[in-house]
């Protein structure tokens, strides 16, 4: 399994090897700058993608089901295009996660509300959502996290469990964040990258020709096309037979303490 410890062994016994085979046998000293390239091009792809579990373990995807549940997951809110994606989640009788960002949840602390009344979960997704969070103390990150919680129960009276990193972010620091907080990380198996193409119709055919029970889709509510796209998946799903549901339902877990 590639992981931070294994990885990490694994490039000490080559180090090894290459320091022995320069001093001793004369191998050229650039080795040495191949190793450590590999490693860092290693550990960059852990860093930056969480769905490989590199540092921690995120729940993705639940696989081998018999259910025919998918869950929809929204990131970045409360925002502007929540309201829509919630009237058309009522509409179509869908239940989402709504991972939030803890001064978002201040700023618009009716919207959040509202989320919670129409019986959808809402996660931590931390207070800021700093662009350099990758490069943060895990003290400050055990911050993100609870001042994001604090937020949450003072608006929505929830003690919110799950989290999800930002940007696909994770590192050792976030992970003994995560420890002293005991936040379950959530990542998700497809991408619909709402926040990076313009096109509604690519997005959706994207994600359309991809899903299947126990998938956990990854949708933004800020992106202006996010409901435009929403609205045909859910047809999709109904016709398909598939049914959104919470992530703390689709992997049988509790979204709060
Ligand atoms: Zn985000």
């Known amino acids: 399994m590639l992981r931070f410890k294994n990885i ?3 490039f000490l016994l080559i180090l090894a090897i290459s320091v022995y085979g320069i001093f001793q046998l004369s191998w050229p000293l650039y080795l040495l700058l191949i190793v450590l390239f590999s490693w860092l091009s290693i550990t ?7 769905r490989l579990n590199y540092f921690f373990t995120a729940l993705h995807q639940q696989k081998n089901t018999a259910k025919k549940e998918v869950a929809l997951t929204f990131d970045d809110g409360p925002a502007s295009q929540t309201k829509a994606i919630l009237a058309l989640l009522k509409k179509y009788n869908a239940k989402a996660t709504f991972f939030c960002i803890g001064h978002k949840i201040d700023e618009q602390p009716e919207i959040f509300k ?4 129409e019986g959808h979960t809402v996660a931590n997704h931390t207070y800021s959502h700093a662009k350099n969070i990758g ?26 469990k799950l989290f999800r990193t930002p940007f696909g972010i ?15 990380p959530i990542g998700w ?38 409901p435009e796209i929403l609205e045909r998946l859910l047809i999709l799903l109904q016709e398909k037979s598939l049914k959104s549901v919470s992530i703390n339902k689709l992997f049988n877990i509790s979204a709060y303490a």
């Open 44 to 50: 960059f792809y852990g860093a930056t993608n969480v």
């Open 8 to 10: 990490n062994a694994f």
């Open 170 to 184: 994770s590192n050792p620091k976030i992970k003994k964040a995560l420890q002293k907080t005991g936040h379950q």
């Open 189 to 226: 198996s497809i991408r619909s990258f709402d926040a990076l193409f313009s096109s509604p119709d690519l997005i959706f055919k994207n994600i359309a020709k991809k899903i299947k029970p126990g998938d956990v889709i990854l949708l933004h509510d800020t992106q202006k096309h996010t």
């Open 114 to 117: 509202q989320i919670i009344s």
């Open 135 to 160: 490069f943060f103390s895990s003290k400050s990150i055990q911050r993100e996290l609870e001042t994001c919680n604090l937020a949450a129960k003072s608006v929505g009276g929830v003690e919110m």
